[in-house]
């Protein structure tokens, strides 16, 4: 049975991940959800991979899963240790040299989400609320309840330079959101085709889905999970 290894994105907790949780246990997996400091300004994408790799402690068999920011910290886990799989769910794809917070402009983030917004027919204040960009399909119960588990993200990640100098060689799927507002599907396709080389697969929700859709996300986790194994 493998380990996942769920980490969350920019200014969450690991509670993001509480319901596909129980669709990976069901079948025998393991379940690793790290919190990390994302309100902590001394701490950066090290300090994250850090507590990353000091959760996992001794699992073995890993398939990290990274939502959003998660995609800068992830590769630095593969570095560090045997990782099987990488998940990459709405995420961050940097390149040797860059910055989180270069990442937005090097990519044509904004325009995209411009373009996105007018497609929608909505002005560009807008365009930058919480409801528009995060919450648009997640259940209001649940909008009610991710009040109590945000954190206000520290602009230190941002300003530091990726790490590495190239991908690590690990085996890597990318799973995009077709109604994500913040990170538009086809500004991801673009991104993961230039940055990764391979094209990404389709979740049919907005830029949430361990909330939107748990169960289908924790299912097409558990896929990718199988094809690696099948994978000669």
Do not use: K
Not at 20 to 38: I, K, N, Q, T
Not at 195 to 211: F, Q, T, V, Y
């Amino acid at each position: 049975m493998a380990t996942f290894v769920l980490i969350h994105g920019a200014g969450s907790t690991s509670w993001y991940w509480h319901l596909v949780e129980p669709v990976l246990r069901s079948r025998g997996h393991a379940v690793v959800a790290v919190d990390l400091p994302v309100d902590d300004d001394r701490a950066g994408l090290a300090d994250y991979a850090d507590l990353i790799e000091q959760a996992i402690g001794d699992h073995s068999d890993l398939v990290l899963v990274a939502q959003s920011l998660a995609g800068f910290t992830a590769p630095l886990v593969c570095e560090r240790i045997d990782v099987d799989l990488m998940i990459l769910v709405a995420a961050m794809v940097p390149v040797p040299g860059e910055s989180p917070g270069e990442w937005w402009e090097n990519t044509g983030h904004e325009a995209a989400r411009r373009a996105q917004a007018a497609l929608d027919g909505v002005t560009w204040e807008e365009a930058n609320t919480p409801e528009y960009m995060f919450l648009h399909d997640v259940p209001a119960d649940l909008v009610a309840e991710s009040v109590d588990h945000l954190r206000g993200q520290s602009a230190t990640p941002f300003a530091r330079t990726w790490p590495l100098d190239r991908w690590p060689d690990v085996a890597t799927r990318f799973l995009l959101c077709g109604q994500d507002r913040f990170f538009p599907a086809e500004f991801q396709r673009r991104v993961v085709r230039e940055r990764l080389g391979i094209e990404p697969d389709e979740i049919d929700c907005g830029h949430l889905p361990a909330l939107a859709r748990p169960a289908e996300l924790g299912e097409r986790l558990l896929a990718y999970r199988a094809e690696w194994e099948r994978t000669p």
